[in-house]
C-alpha cells in the first residue's frame, strides 16, 4: 500500500474550503480523470474542456479517497468525502503551494521552459537527478495552467530534487507558474518561431520565455543556451531580474561547452567541457539536437551545487536514457520479410523540432533500413508565417534524404508541393484519410518518422501502424 502524501486536515487548510467527512483510505495523489484515476487519489473536479463536477461520483467508483469541489456542486448519495472550494484550480494551487513550501531546505527545484526540447530535458533531468536523491516529476509533460499545480500537489514531501516543465501559449502564461513552483534552477532549453499566432515576433516569444526566472527563489541560476540568437535578450532579462546566467552549448564562451559529438545510429557519444572538468558520457538517443538538451542537464547539476563526481555518476544513466514516446521514441516491428522501424514523434511539431526529427531520421543507416519515410502532419500556431515555414522545410526533407513523404493537413500540403516529385506520396485533408495510404505504403526495410503538431492527430497513426503490423503476424 503506497505512503500517505498528504493528511486529510492539511489538505482542507491548504485548499482554503470546508471538509463534508473525512476519507476512510490513505491519501496518495491527486487526479483530474476519473478514467486513470487510483484508489486513494483526491479528485479535483476542475473546469476545463469539460466539467469535472460531472464526474465526481464516478471518481468515488473507482476509489477515490475524497473530492474537491465546489462550493455549489450536488452531492450524490454515492459521493465520499468532499472539500468544498470557491473554486478548484485556485484551491489546487494553494495546495500546490503548500506541497512547495513543505519540502526540506536542501531541496532544489528545477522549472524548464523552451520552445523546443522541454520535456525530453525534463526526463533527462529526472533520470540523472534520480541517482543523486529521491526525485519528483511529472510523468507527463503536465506544463500549462492546471498540470504545474497538479505536479506540484503530487510532490512527497520527502523530495530530494523537484522538477517541473512550464509551457505556453501567450505572453504572462509562465509567470504565476514560475512563481508558483518558485524553482532554485530555471532552464530554458531554446527560443524558435512557435506560436507565432499568438505573437509578434521570436523576440515577443524569447520574452515570454524569460518569465521563468519571475519566480527564481534569491541566489538561483537560470541555464540558458549560448547557441540561440536570443540568448543576450535572455540574459538581460536575467539580470534585471538579479538572477545568475549560466549557460550551455558549442559557443566557445558556453559555461558547459559541447567539445565533441558522435552521432550514431541510435545513441550518441559526447564529450562536455564544464565549471569542474571534463565529461564524456552516452546518451542513448540520437540526434544532435538531444546532445544539446544534455548539456543544459549538465549546467542544472552544476546550478544545482553538485560536485564534480555526483555530476559524472549523475550524467551515466543517460546511458540508458531513450527518447520519450511521442517525442523520437523508436521501436522495431517485426514483419514477414524483416521489419520496420518506427520513430514515434507525433506529440507535437514546430519549424526547430522537425527539422530536428528529418535530421536524426537520417541517421539510420541505408544497411538496416533502406528506405527513409516521413509522415508529416501540420505544424500549427504559427500565424501569418504559417506556409511560408512549411515550404521552408523542403531543404530538410532532401538533406535528410527522405525518400518518400506522406503528407496530411492544409499546411503541409504547401510544403508537399515544393519538395521533388519523387519524393512525394501521397497527401491528405486530415490525418485520418492517411491511414490506409499508410498501412499499403509502409513495408520491411522502412524506417518510418510520424511527426505533426498535436492538433493535427498523428498519434493515431502511429497507432494504426502497429495495429496493421500486428494484424500481419496473426
Known amino acids: 500500500m503506497a505512503a500517505p ?52 461520483t464516478a ?17 450524490t448519495p454515492a459521493d465520499g ?11 489546487l494551487s494553494g495546495i500546490a503551494r503548500a506541497a512547495r513550501a513543505r519540502l526540506a531546505e536542501e531541496a532544489g527545484v528545477v522549472a524548464v521552459t523552451g520552445s523546443v526540447g522541454k520535456t525530453s530535458t525534463k526526463e533527462m533531468l529526472r533520470a540523472c537527478l534520480s541517482r543523486l536523491g529521491p526525485t519528483h516529476a511529472p510523468e507527463k509533460s503536465f506544463n500549462n495552467h492546471w498540470g504545474v499545480p497538479l505536479t506540484l500537489a503530487r510532490m512527497p514531501a520527502s523530495t530530494r530534487f523537484g522538477v517541473l516543465e512550464i509551457g505556453m501559449n501567450h505572453a504572462g502564461e509562465i509567470t504565476p507558474l514560475s512563481k508558483l513552483a ?46 540561440n540568437p536570443h540568448f543576450e535578450r535572455l540574459a538581460a532579462a536575467a539580470s534585471a531580474a538579479g538572477v545568475d546566467v549560466v549557460s550551455f552549448g558549442e559557443h566557445a564562451s558556453a559555461s558547459v561547452r559541447l567539445v565533441k559529438c558522435r552521432l550514431g545510429t541510435d545513441r550518441t557519444e559526447i564529450e562536455a567541457e564544464c565549471g569542474n572538468g571534463r565529461i564524456v558520457y ?28 555526483s555530476t559524472i555518476h549523475a550524467m551515466g544513466a543517460l546511458a540508458d536514457f531513450g527518447a520519450p514516446a511521442g517525442r523520437g521514441a523508436r ?27 528529418l535530421a536524426a531520421l537520417a541517421l539510420v543507416p541505408r544497411e538496416a533500413y533502406p528506405r527513409r519515410i516521413a509522415v508529416l502532419g501540420d505544424m500549427l ?86 495495429a496493421s503490423v500486428a494484424a500481419r503476424a496473426e
Open 182 to 227: 518558485r524553482p532554485h534552477v530555471a532552464v530554458v532549453t531554446t527560443v524558435e518561431p512557435v506560436h507565432l499566432g499568438h505573437f509578434a515576433s521570436v523576440e515577443a516569444i524569447a520574452d515570454a520565455k524569460a518569465e521563468i526566472v519571475a519566480g527564481v527563489e534569491p541566489g538561483g541560476v537560470v541555464v540558458l543556451n549560448r547557441d
Open 282 to 309: 552516452r546518451l542513448a538517443a540520437p540526434g544532435r539536437h538531444m546532445a544539446q538538451n544534455s548539456l543544459a542537464v549538465i549546467a542544472t547539476l552544476e546550478a544545482l551545487g553538485q560536485d564534480f563526481e
Open 81 to 91: 468525502p468532499l472539500v468544498r472550494v470557491a473554486e478548484t484550480l485556485e484551491a
Open 331 to 357: 521501436e522495431a516491428l517485426a514483419v514477414p520479410g524483416g521489419s520496420i522501424l518506427l520513430v514515434d514523434e507525433s506529440y507535437n511539431a514546430n519549424p526547430a523540432s522537425m527539422r530536428a526529427a
Open 59 to 75: 471518481a468515488f467508483e473507482r476509489g477515490a479517497s475524497a473530492a474537491l469541489v465546489d462550493t455549489g456542486y450536488s452531492r
Open 381 to 466: 500556431e504559427l500565424g501569418d508565417r504559417s506556409a511560408e515555414l512549411h515550404v521552408s522545410l523542403a531543404d530538410a526533407v532532401a538533406t535528410a534524404g527522405i525518400d518518400v513523404v506522406l503528407a496530411t493537413g492544409p499546411f503541409m500540403k504547401s510544403l508537399f508541393e515544393h519538395i521533388e516529385p519523387a519524393r512525394r506520396g501521397i497527401w491528405t485533408e486530415s490525418a485520418a484519410g492517411l491511414v490506409d495510404a499508410l498501412v499499403a505504403t509502409v513495408g520491411p526495410g522502412d524506417a518510418v518518422m510520424v511527426k505533426g503538431s498535436y492538433g493535427s492527430r498523428m498519434g493515431p497513426l502511429v497507432d494504426a501502424l502497429r
Open 5 to 56: 502524501l498528504w493528511g486529510w486536515d492539511e489538505i482542507v487548510s491548504a485548499a482554503g474550503g470546508n471538509a463534508e467527512g473525512s476519507p476512510q483510505r490513505a491519501i496518495t495523489g491527486f487526479s483530474i480523470d476519473s478514467r486513470g484515476l487510483a484508489p486513494g487519489e483526491i479528485f479535483v473536479a476542475l473546469k476545463d474542456q469539460r466539467d469535472g463536477h460531472a464526474f465526481v
